[in-house]
């Protein structure tokens, strides 16, 4: 019946947004309290120099998910561009 009449209202990711902000702090938490360990493997060479990029892609994701939701819950959108004819 009323299927049609909020088709261009989104919900709102608060949980999304929650699960990603708790999710990226944990992962800084592990890095600052693991520092020594961390650096230890870093700093080996080899295959092992591949290390922090992974580790800064995986921040990456995670921190980035986070903001995007932050910014959507708090309503903020990048503008629609219009096509021009």
């Known amino acids: 019946m009323a299927s049609g009449l909020n088709k261009n209202v989104r ?4 949980g999304e ?3 990603m902000g708790i999710l990226s702090v944990a992962l800084y938490a592990v890095l600052l ?12 060479g080899g295959i092992y120099a591949f ?3 992974i580790t800064a892609f995986v921040f990456s994701y995670f921190h980035g998910a986070f903001t995007g939701d932050f910014w ?3 309503g903020v959108e990048a503008k629609k561009k219009r096509e021009v004819k």
């Open 11 to 14: 919900k709102k990711p608060i």
């Open 17 to 19: 947004m929650l699960f």
């Open 33 to 44: 309290m693991k520092q020594d360990a961390i650096n230890s493997y870093f700093g080996r």
């Open 51 to 53: 290390l922090p990029i």
């Open 72 to 74: 959507t819950v708090l």
